[in-house]
Nanobody, 123 residues
Framework: QVQLGESGGGLVQAGGSLRLSCAAS????????MGWYRQAPGKQRELVAG???????KYADSVKGRFTISRDNAKNTVYLQMNSLKPEDTAVYYC?????????????????WGQGTQVTVSS
């Protein structure tokens, strides 16, 4: 069993900062790509930022220069540092990871999602 546990959401004023964390736990062999998605009310879930196991990153155009994704492979944790937050960043943020799990019959890869953490930016 693998779980992703998120933390760090909350309420912040425009221009402020928040740092989200997501730790993977369970029968993990290795973790490939990790990322953060968000979903605002009435909108589809969208990719915010992603990072490969080697540290290559990608960002949505709307957050480039303001958000930074990073990971600590030893802790199976991915972070999202969010600076210069805007009201349009308000959404539920979800952690995502491609995890190679340990099974008695092999090492399959599955995609996992966190439970989501609310980020609200007031104007």
């Amino acid at each position: 069993q693998v779980q992703l546990g998120e933390s760090g959401g909350g309420l912040v004023q425009a221009g402020g900062s928040l740092r989200l964390s997501c730790a993977a736990s369970g029968n993990i062999f290795s973790i490939n790509a990790m990322g953060w998605y968000r979903q605002a009310p009435g909108k589809q879930r969208e990719l915010v930022a992603g990072i490969t196991s080697g540290g290559s990153t990608k960002y949505a155009d709307s957050v480039k220069g303001r958000f930074t994704i990073s990971r600590d492979n030893a802790k199976n944790t991915v972070y999202l540092q969010m600076n210069s937050l805007k009201p349009e960043d308000t959404a539920v943020y979800y952690c995502n990871a491609e995890i190679v799990v340990i099974q008695t019959w092999g090492r399959p890869t599955y995609t996992y999602w966190g439970q989501g953490t609310q980020v609200t930016v007031s104007s």
